[in-house]
């Protein structure tokens, strides 16, 4: 069969950048152990989250660490918290340079969870606990937001962190 030269060329090209990109991908699994970042590292009972998952609420763990407990429903974020806004959404505030931890799990169908201007954004699936942690720099309002189609409420889901001088 005649291959034509330049087509060899790009042939060779195209083997030796897949060759790179698959020893990428398998450096990275297996010698640097990265994972997916939705990968679960914890389950969960979806229809027992009231006996398994801690209560809703934010905890001060100290040295200005948080832990915040959320639970994702149709269609509210239940941060246990008693302030509310204009809507009747949770509300937690937290100091400026505040590292928080969001573990969050829902009790009825998938939802989404992102934050405002921040590196957060779990896949919030029934049976699983997802967890980031993210440092808070800059006073202000976040809102945390679905942003995985849930129903007909799905637009009005969110509740707001403020971070506070
Ligand atoms: Cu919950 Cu969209």
């Keep these: 069969m005649h291959v034509d030269r330049f087509e060899r060329y790009w042939l060779i090209i195209i083997a030796a950048v897949m060759g790179a990109f ?12 990265v994972r997916l970042p939705s990968n679960p590292t914890q389950y969960i009972n979806p229809l027992a989250v009231d006996e398994e998952f801690p209560e809703p609420g934010l905890r001060d763990m100290g040295n200005g660490q948080y832990t915040v407990y959320i639970l994702a429903q149709m269609w509210r974020f239940d941060l246990g918290s008693d302030e509310k806004d204009a809507d009747g959404n ?3 505030r937290v100091p400026a ?7 969050i799990t829902s009790r009825d169908v998938t939802h989404g969870f992102i934050i405002e ?13 997802g ?10 309002e976040y809102r945390m937001l679905c942003h995985e189609y849930c129903g007909q409420g ?4 969110h509740a707001t962190i403020i971070v506070e001088e």
Excluded: C, W, Y
């Excluded at 340079?97 to 573990?103: A, E, K, P």
């Excluded at 201007?117 to 606990?129: D, L, S, T």
């Excluded at 799905?154 to 889901?157: A, C, E, P, V």
């Design 22 to 33: 698959f020893a990428a991908l398998l450096a990275g699994a297996l010698i640097f152990g």
């Design 90 to 92: 949770d509300v937690i």
């Design 97 to 103: 340079g505040s590292q928080v931890t969001f573990s």
């Design 117 to 129: 201007r921040h590196n957060a954004n779990i896949e919030v699936v029934p049976g699983h606990v």
């Design 131 to 140: 967890n980031v942690t993210v440092k808070f720099e800059t006073p202000g």
């Design 154 to 157: 799905h637009h009005r889901m």
